[in-house]
């Protein structure tokens, strides 16, 4: 009797079941929705740099370090920073413009940044606030992209006062939302989710053509971080850079609208090459001469040259440098020459160089630069104890290394790096001296943890 009624249970248990199984999807999905429906989780800064005055420094991902060393020039000072992610947490592979490089600074108490700009930074923004957890599902990120913005009201208020937004009259406002990650959303969808928070919090008028401020929440992964553009807005440039993107650069020689490395980039490259003043500078794929303007510009008694085997970039290059020199724009001495020139021919050169700096091409457009050959130019133009920096695609990076390990050169550093959306290693090394032994060269890349060797 008993054996009969425990059968029947499991019997009826077992149909119960089955009959469950076509709604399993959707209570799966309402659990996942419950779940990820918990607020974000706010990023615990450290106490020196949480001031009344802290600011988000956008810079190229792989080159943190050198964007830290110009803004301590700048403000002639060491200045508390901290990385978005912190680097022992930062992913070796990123995708897209929303992994680019994130400072967080504190200044002290009537302290301003340079009213020039920061050297290599892309932009500036007074932090808002920054936060983790977010879900990938649409329905749930967006609810908890406005219920956090929604909440931020004395933190608005706060990062109001680090902007040029007019203190006479409330704002108008645009929702910026630059974001990549595997997310079930895109940054149009998300940027009504940040502007309702606003509007629920501040009484500020959402306008996204003449704004007064722009707010830009950037999006990698499960990280988001909130600012207030500290750009001057004029009326030509409002509205110049769409809400999806990272903000546009500008210098005054550069004429084309073309694709090209971002200034910053370049500036912070020229650092990592340690370029002083009296050097002389080649770029093997100078493109729209981007790099050797950058140096002449920024360092006196700088001889640079920019070279590429295309007709149309050398043109633009030359006329990026013809504008230079009109507005007298260069550094005292410092001079600017275009060559239409293959890297393959720099091999059979009698020229030397005190550093080289250039983007390797990445093979969309054009064909990836072959190693063999590149690495034969250098070894004809770079002088003994010059530097070499490389912005490498990633399939390679692993070539060029091994070139490197023979007795001509040392000092061989890489970084993982992310240069106009595209993930990249950023390459240093320096051409041998003499005086450098090879059990010294190899002791630094067992150091750096690349064994290859």
Known sequence: MILHRRISERR????????????????????ALSCSSVGLQRLMLPTAVTADRTYLLLCTR???DQAEALLRKALHRDVPTWRIPPPHQAPRVS?????????????????????????????????????????DDKEAALEQLCTWVSGLSSEFVRALRL??????REPTFRASVVRDGDHGFTSEEA???????????????????????????????EAVVLGLSCAKLGKSRRGATQPSKLPREQRPWHLSDTRHLRFS??????????????DRLLDL??????????????????????????????????????VAVDLKLLAAGSSVEVLERHVAEWAQSSCEFDVVVSELPFGVSISILDSDVLLAALQRVVCPGGRVVLVAPCSEAPRIERHTLGDDWCD???????????????????RSDGKDTKRGRAVLRVCMGICIM
């Open 12 to 31: 009826g248990r077992c149909l119960l079941g089955l009959a469950v199984l076509p709604f399993l999807p959707a209570l799966v999905r309402d659990m």
């Open 62 to 64: 792989g080159l943190e």
């Open 95 to 135: 995708e897209g413009h929303a992994a680019v490089g994130k400072l967080i600074v504190g200044l002290k108490d009537g302290e301003d940044l340079p009213p020039e700009g920061l050297p290599g930074i892309i932009h500036t923004y007074a932090l808002v606030d920054a936060a983790t957890n977010l879900s």
């Open 163 to 168: 902007t040029p937004a007019s203190a006479d």
């Open 191 to 221: 940027m009504p989710a940040v502007g309702s928070g606003v509007c629920a919090t501040m009484p500020w008028k959402a306008d996204m053509k003449t704004y007064d401020i722009e707010v830009t929440a950037i999006i990698h992964r």
């Open 265 to 278: 980039t370049a500036r912070l490259l020229l650092e990592l090459a340690a370029v002083t003043s009296g």
């Open 285 to 322: 794929c100078g493109g729209m001469g981007t790099i050797a303007l950058e140096a002449a510009c920024c360092f006196a008694d700088i001889r640079a040259v920019s070279a590429d085997v295309s007709k149309r970039a050398c043109r633009r290059a030359a006329a990026n440098t013809g």
């Open 412 to 430: 061989y550093r890489r970084s993982d790096g992310n240069v106009g959306g595209t993930s990249v290693h950023i390459l240093f090394f320096r």
